[in-house]
């Protein structure tokens, strides 16, 4: 079998196809998270604590003035973002709890339906033995085809 012929098998198996898919809708779920954080969540925030700005905070390393990230930027100053930071933070704690209880919900899905299938019905068995000559014949036979006696 070629390399080729094997990772073609691999693509189209229905694991890769689904975590392919998982990933795609997951990025898309993180970029409705952040904006739901950036443009929802942290203004109300903000503003009850005195029209606070959770993005513009940050602290600055080289010691000149600056008045905003903005400003550090277009100045090329180091500084640490710890207000992005936060809002990366709240970010993944929201997807991580989407997460988790999507997984919760899968698990209880996943047991109740084991607990309703009905166990498999044995099948019965296809021989049994001659009581006579102990060879094995059809079960519903009434007559030995080993010894020919009658069976009951």
Do not use: H, W
């Not at 196809?17 to 109300?44: E, H, Q, Y």
């Not at 606070?52 to 903005?70: H, R």
Request: aromatic content about 10%; hydrophobic content about 50%; some cysteine.
């Amino acid at each position: 079998m070629s390399v080729l012929q094997e990772f073609k098998e691999f693509a189209v198996k229905g694991n890769v196809v689904d975590l392919a898919v998982g990933i795609i809708v997951g990025a898309a779920f993180g970029k409705i998270v952040t904006s739901f954080v950036n443009d929802i969540l942290m203004p109300p925030i903000g503003k009850l604590l005195g029209g606070f700005d959770f993005s513009n905070l940050f602290i600055n390393l080289s010691g000149q003035p600056v008045t905003s990230l903005a400003q550090a930027k277009a100045a090329g100053i180091a500084t640490i973002n710890y207000g992005l930071f936060l809002n990366t933070l709240i970010d993944f704690v929201i997807v991580a709890a989407a997460v988790f209880f999507l997984v919760l919900q899968i698990n209880r899905l996943k047991n109740s339906l084991a607990a309703e299938e009905p166990a498999p019905v044995a099948a019965a068995p296809a021989t049994k033995e001659c009581p006579y000559c102990f060879n094995a014949i059809p079960a519903k036979a009434t007559r030995c085809g080993f010894c020919t006696s009658e069976l009951e």
